[in-house]
């Protein structure tokens, strides 16, 4: 049975489990490194340990959204170990740092205001336990719902983390990228106050006013965008290399999986989606 707590109250909890994740991943990583593993299969691994641990109290709670958060806050606090562990802090890693936190600070902020409990769980989870036998459930719940997001998100921060061996000067190519992963976040803010602003006003229709009249999913657009400007500041010191398939691999997340799977939700339950949808692009 669903354990049932003031918001505050879960908040307090969901950061308590995080603590104990990081805790868990940061002790790993130590004796990783210890042993000679390569650092950056060590955070590899540290990142899915805390992954299992935060899947593991979703189990306890029976909630997979327990997860949620781990989207925004292991990429910036990971970023800022690494500059601990590596004592490099140059330009570029300060401007990697400052927008990987205004993109972490934004969408954390994001969950916490539409956080409503540890016993809401997030209607896409709900609907994969309530369709799927128990065993498959389980199986998609922590491959597909808590493994796989932690992997993409991983692989996209490949190129911010391989910044530390080699970031020591910009150029107007670094700085393009930093100001595109600035504006992404800031795309999204804004998509963020203004559905949150008309749900208030119109329940139960669709948004398609400021930045949604342009685009059906502008919040999805402006996270596509962030982990593209992250590899563009590590492509304008670095090249080229196969470090692209991170913002790849998210790209092709959210245009297979996420999109599709709001919109079906969408053209179920909200009347003229369907006509919104054929009028108005995708991303931008």
């Known amino acids: 049975m669903k354990r049932s707590y003031s918001k505050s109250c879960s908040i307090l ?6 603590i104990i994740g990081a805790i868990a991943g940061i002790f790993l990583f130590i004796k990783l490194t210890d042993m000679q593993i390569p650092s950056i299969l060590a955070i590899l691994y540290a990142d899915i340990l805390a992954t299992i641990v935060v899947w593991a109290f ?9 997860y949620d958060p781990y989207w925004s806050v292991f990429p910036p606090v990971a970023f800022l170990l690494w500059g601990f562990y590596t004592h490099i802090w140059s330009l570029p ?9 205004y ?9 916490a205001i539409t956080f409503h409990g540890i016993a809401h769980e997030d209607w896409r989870y709900t609907q994969y336990r309530n369709n799927l036998h128990p065993a498959l459930f389980h199986l998609v719940n922590f491959f597909g719902l808590n493994m796989v997001p932690t992997l993409v998100v991983f692989a996209a921060m490949l190129p911010g ?35 949150h602003d008309f749900r208030a006003a119109n329940p139960g229709k669709y948004c398609n006013v400021g930045l949604w009249k342009h685009g059906r999913h502008p919040n999805y657009f402006g ?47 909200k009347p003229g989606y369907a006509e919104y949808k054929k009028q108005t692009r995708r991303l931008i």
């Open 161 to 195: 983390l391989m910044m530390y061996e080699t970031a020591e000067t910009t150029n107007i190519i670094t700085w393009l990228g930093f100001v595109i992963c600035l504006s992404s976040a800031t795309i999204q803010l804004i998509a963020d106050k203004q559905i």
């Open 223 to 269: 996270e596509i965008q962030f982990w593209w400007g992250i590899w563009i500041m590590y492509a304008s010191l670095n090249g080229f290399d196969w470090y692209i398939c991170g913002p790849i691999a998210m790209t092709c997340l959210f245009l297979g999986i996420s999109i599709p799977l709001m919109e079906k939700r969408q053209l179920q339950n």
């Open 58 to 66: 979703g189990l306890i709670y029976e909630n997979v959204s327990v």
């Open 13 to 18: 909890l969901i950061a308590t489990i995080y």
């Open 93 to 101: 890693i300060i401007l990697l740092l400052t927008a990987s936190w």
């Open 103 to 111: 993109w972490g600070f934004r969408l954390t902020r994001n969950w």
